[in-house]
């Protein structure tokens, strides 16, 4: 399988699995039903299926069959659930947000002592696109995690950088139910702007504090969208 073949068939293949087999007592169609709905050899499945399961997203069985793993909430196997359009369980969201508080803060931290002229002038392109879409009505969803991005790439740490990569797919989908609401967006950009300030002025210690302070509010979004059965995709009540 190339690199396209399997970055187009990994997240549509989870997909599928999670929708059948939690109709059906965890278990997933088998190699053969996979490779007949999908429209590819089996070696591509088998292929795509190895992948999942070192993701410990699924198991094999033997004499029994393919399921999905119990436990899997792993980092790999959200962000993958993330792209292929799998709804997160509530339980999942509390503590992705609870962990993207934890390295944000230190990002902003680090972040004042190590940003580059260049980080500053990339956050400041990012600021004047905010801008510009507030005048218009428009959300900052795209902004918004670029913003956030910028600020972990000012940290000079590659492996952090990566690691932050990977886990802002998990809020893609979310972003925009939570950027749909014109005064969110105008506060959001308004603690954006003195986040920069402050880490322009090299104030580490305000750094954080401002940060923590705007992930707070994100946090009692969700805490309140959740606990109020809400359908974290859509925002339509469940009740």
Known sequence: MTETEETR???MLASHIFSEAKTNDGKAPSERELSEHFSVSRGQVREALAILDAMNIIERRAKSGIYLAPENSGLQAMALYAKAGIPLEPKQIF????VR???EIK????AAERATEENFKSIELILEKSEKRIIKGEGLAKLDHDFHLEIVRATQNTVFYSICTSFYSLSERRLPLYFRDGARNRQSHMEHLQIFQALKARDSV???????????GAKSYWTELLEGNMDVETGANDR
């Open 9 to 11: 068939l990994l997240p």
């Open 95 to 98: 503590e992705a947000v609870e």
């Open 101 to 103: 508080k934890i390295h």
């Open 107 to 110: 990002a902003a931290e680090l």
């Open 206 to 216: 305000l750094a954080k504090a401002l940060m923590n302070t705007h992930l707070r």
